[in-house]
């Protein structure tokens, strides 16, 4: 085994409350685990629907936050389990982990908490180990036995990294890498979120970053559950994002984190309707879309 650290390291910080998390399964990809929630006072989501734009203006327009106030950055670990394997190293030649594990991390705390004190309580994901090793599946994120709730381990097939056709490697590998990474800074509802939100938030991100896979189509698998996870979710995200302002997604990260997942409560409460309404809302976009296209 090699360990390889890689810069920049953490700054330690009072551990938050944690309470138990959750182990979302599924069948296409091997999924572990989201971190667990806070207890932590939460913010009003009319903070977020006002401010958000203005911290992303501020952001873009150079003010960034000073350097008390930036998001605090996990020590990043590499492990590589069998250096004699192809898919590692495959994985070695096509991507630079030193630069695209610090940018997928940040483009991860931005994503869901915009800012790092003006923002929603972001978790204190102190580290993230990337382990790349022969095994079924895509990827997985868990937590390390001795504190699984600041502490990180996702791994990554190297396998499946060795069948990515060669002109794809880079692009994919870093969206695997950008969707597990949600999974270390995400909230589960105390457990008890859908599998299929947890994921479809992940793949939100990963579709926002400009890394979705090309075989990814909005509109597929409509007549679907609004919950079927992955790009499906992800797109129904993307729709509720574009309807509603930037920042739902956010807030139902939000609301993730401060309570129970009740869905009926859930979503009235953050969206003002059931979930299957807005589903149903979805579809027909997707299907007036459609008939554009024709
Ligand atoms: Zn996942």
Not at 31 to 36: K, L, N, Q, T, V
Not at 45 to 70: C, L, M, R, Y
Not at 118 to 128: A, D, E, K, L
Not at 149 to 177: D, N, T, W
Request: glycine content about 8%.
């Amino acid at each position: 085994m090699v360990l390889v650290p890689l810069p920049p390291n953490t700054t330690p910080v009072p551990p938050p409350i944690f309470l138990p998390g959750m182990s979302p399964a599924d069948s296409s990809s091997t999924e572990a685990s989201a971190p667990a929630p806070t207890s932590l006072p939460g913010h009003t989501k009319e903070e977020e629907t006002q401010s958000s734009g203005d911290k992303i203006a501020s952001s873009v327009n150079g003010t960034a936050p000073s350097s008390a106030e930036a998001f605090l950055q996990p020590r990043l670990r590499l492990h590589l389990n069998d250096l004699t394997d192809d898919g590692t190293s495959i994985f070695l030649s096509s991507i630079s982990p030193s630069s695209i594990l610090p940018s997928a991390v940040s483009r991860v705390q931005k994503a869901l908490y915009v800012h790092p004190t003006r923002g929603y309580h972001i978790p204190s994901t102190r580290s993230v180990t990337l382990i790349v090793r022969p095994m079924d599946g895509v990827a997985y994120t868990t937590g390390i036995d001795l504190d699984p709730e600041q502490h990180k381990e996702i791994h990554l097939s190297s396998r499946y990294v060795a069948s990515i056709s060669a002109e794809r490697r880079g692009h994919e590998i870093e969206g695997v890498i950008v969707h597990e990474l949600v999974h270390c800074y995400q909230y589960n509802g105390h457990g008890h979120a859908p599998g299929g939100l947890i994921e479809g938030i992940a793949d939100w991100v990963r579709l926002g970053a400009d890394l979705a896979p090309p075989h990814w189509r909005k509109g597929d698998e409509v007549n679907g559950k609004w919950d079927a996870g992955y790009q499906h979710t992800a797109y129904f995200l993307q729709y509720l994002e574009e309807r509603f302002g930037e920042g739902t997604v956010r807030r139902l990260n939000e609301g993730l984190r401060t309570s129970k997942y009740e869905e009926k409560a859930f979503w009235t409460g953050i969206l003002g309707r059931p979930v299957e309404q807005l589903w149903e809302d979805y579809k027909k976009h997707v299907d007036e879309e459609k008939g554009n296209e024709s």
